[in-house]
């Protein structure tokens, strides 16, 4: 296990990756920028890290030839809200070109990165909170996710295969927070066969820490997600 008992306190840096079209939500546009209650999907994404006060930074990773980010997000701005349009084909290569950005801006191996997905736009800033408390002295790290509930069927030509056992199972979500200079060797040696951060850190055999978050910071993904992170805005702003 890697010491990183620096004597210095660690910083701690949310990360973005949005780079991506999100092809399977049927909009006509990144959904990041589709608009929900009245603001851009990532706009609450953003709003809800800014609110945290163990931040010391957002940095959102945008595609090089992204043209919308700062006409559908005009508050992110600030010595807190970073942006860099260094995004790559995949999450990982966006996640691990952000890392490099960070470390241009002076961040250091041991300080924390929290990489959240731009379209858990429900995300409240007690959950990252939460989150960091759980880590600060963790020598993995860890990420918010939730017991799996529903009975869980393995399928095969669309047709159940058979029932999977649900316990000690967890759906995945988002932060992720780990060091960077863990995530950084592990992104690089599983790169894009990573499909969080924390399968990534797995692979170099660590355990990261499980810290239950809520049904709420679910990802929008397909059509029918839209509707249903509209209402629960539009709920939270009565």
Do not use: I
């Not at 959904?31 to 929900?36: E, F, M």
């Not at 930074?57 to 349009?85: H, I, M, N, Y």
């Amino acid at each position: 296990m890697t010491s990183y008992s620096v004597g210095v306190q660690p910083r701690c840096f949310a990360l973005v990756p949005a780079a991506g079209v999100g092809s399977r939500s049927g909009a006509t546009q990144p959904k990041q920028y589709v608009p929900l209650a009245g603001r851009a999907l990532m706009a609450h994404t953003l709003a809800a890290l800014q609110a945290v006060p163990g931040l010391d930074a957002t940095l959102v990773v945008l595609s090089p030839e992204d043209e919308q980010f700062e006409q559908a997000v005009p508050g992110f701005a600030g010595e807190r809200a970073w942006v860099a349009r260094c995004g790559g084909a995949s999450r990982a290569e966006s996640v691990a070109n952000g890392l490099l950005e960070l470390q241009a801006r002076g961040a250091q191996p041991h300080d924390w990165v929290l990489v959240h997905d731009a379209a858990r736009c429900l995300l409240r800033p007690e959950w990252v909170q939460a989150l960091m408390a759980a880590c600060a002295d963790d020598e993995v790290g860890g990420l918010l996710a939730l017991p799996v509930a529903d009975t869980l069927k393995d399928e095969a030509e669309g047709r159940v295969q058979a029932t999977v056992d649900r316990r000690g199972k967890w759906a995945a979500q988002t932060p992720q927070m780990f060091r960077l200079g863990l995530l950084q060797p592990a992104l690089r040696q599983v790169g894009d066969a990573a499909t969080d951060e924390a399968s990534a850190v797995e692979a170099l055999g660590h355990r990261p820490r499980l810290v239950a978050a809520s049904l709420e910071n679910f990802k929008v993904t397909y059509p029918a997600d839209f509707a249903l992170a509209e209402r629960l805005l539009r709920t939270r702003a009565e």
